[in-house]
């Protein structure tokens, strides 16, 4: 079981980007107040039909070949659904496939968020021939990382040049925490 | 907050002195496990090191990318170097020191982590 809500985003991105999508959305949106987390991902892939959607919530079923068992998508259902959140998954062969996941913070089985920042950047910079719009909402605040708008800045320059890179996580780093103070 | 100003005066900066290397044939390719097995092991941290570490050591030739289940899940966290005429290297139960200890003997002295490795897991 993936131990932070963040490690599971990088997962979920992972079925995403293998699904052939050519943009992916990823929300993170927080309200202390209600002591909830949302999570929603939401790509262009190749999606999946009614019956393969009801089969990934059974850890028994994947799509792999390595191994019979696939594992992600079922804990993730059980450990929002644990601290009395939820779970959904929606796909349309040809259109997409989002996954949402709800968490309370206050109960005392919700993992952390873990270190989101890291999880995005890495998803970003490892993969600068896909578009990802990133959203990180606490409290109504938010700021967004869209990458087609670095694209158009830095042209064919890779997102792993260093310069690049860095950037991209300083700018993840310094907005969550604009956005993550209390006014 | 940060905007995206900043970048454009990064990139009017690197303008001219990134010569855009064309040829990455001759290039190390560095690939990490990121399936739910290599996350659930802690694929990513190790990840990051690598990258830092190899944008530290300015080591152009090696780029640093991620896959899904490589088919060890019980080795995991994995990362493969993949050199050139060379035979593959895979390292297994990899964390952040072991990987930094990768970039800088193998990477960059050219000196395979023989205790790293697969094979030493079997002996």
Known sequence: ?183 | MKSLEELREIKEKMQGQIGVRADSSNDTRVVVGMATCGIASGARPVLNTLVEEVNKEKLEHVTVSQTGCIGLCQFEPIVEVFEPGKEKVTYVKMNPEKAAIVVEQHLKGGKPVAEYMLDAEYR
Not at chain 1, 123 to 133: P, R
Not at chain 1, 161 to 170: A, C, G, N, R, Y
């Open chain 1, 1 to 183: 079981m993936l131990p932070e809500i963040s490690l599971n985003i990088l997962d979920i991105s992972q079925n995403s980007i293998k699904a052939g999508a050519k943009l992916i959305e990823i929300l993170v949106e927080i309200d202390r107040a209600k002591e909830t987390l949302l999570f929603e991902i939401r790509d262009n892939g190749c999606g999946m039909n009614e019956e393969q959607v009801a089969k990934v919530v059974d850890p028994f079923f994947t799509s792999r070949t390595t191994r019979k068992v696939g594992l992600g998508i079922p804990f993730l259902k059980q450990a929002a659904e644990g601290t009395g959140g939820e779970f959904s998954i929606q796909s349309k062969v040809g259109v997409g496939t989002t996954v949402s996941a709800l968490f309370h913070t206050d109960n005392i089985d919700c993992m952390p968020l873990g270190d989101i920042t890291e999880t995005i950047w890495s998803i970003v910079t490892m993969n600068d021939n896909l578009d990802f719009v990133y959203t990180y909402r606490c409290d109504g605040k938010e700021f967004q990382l869209d990458t087609r708008e670095i694209r158009n800045i830095v042209g064919d320059i890779s997102f792993s040049v260093p310069e690049v890179s860095s950037f991209i996580k300083d700018f993840l780093k310094e907005n969550k925490q604009c956005v993550d103070k209390v006014e």
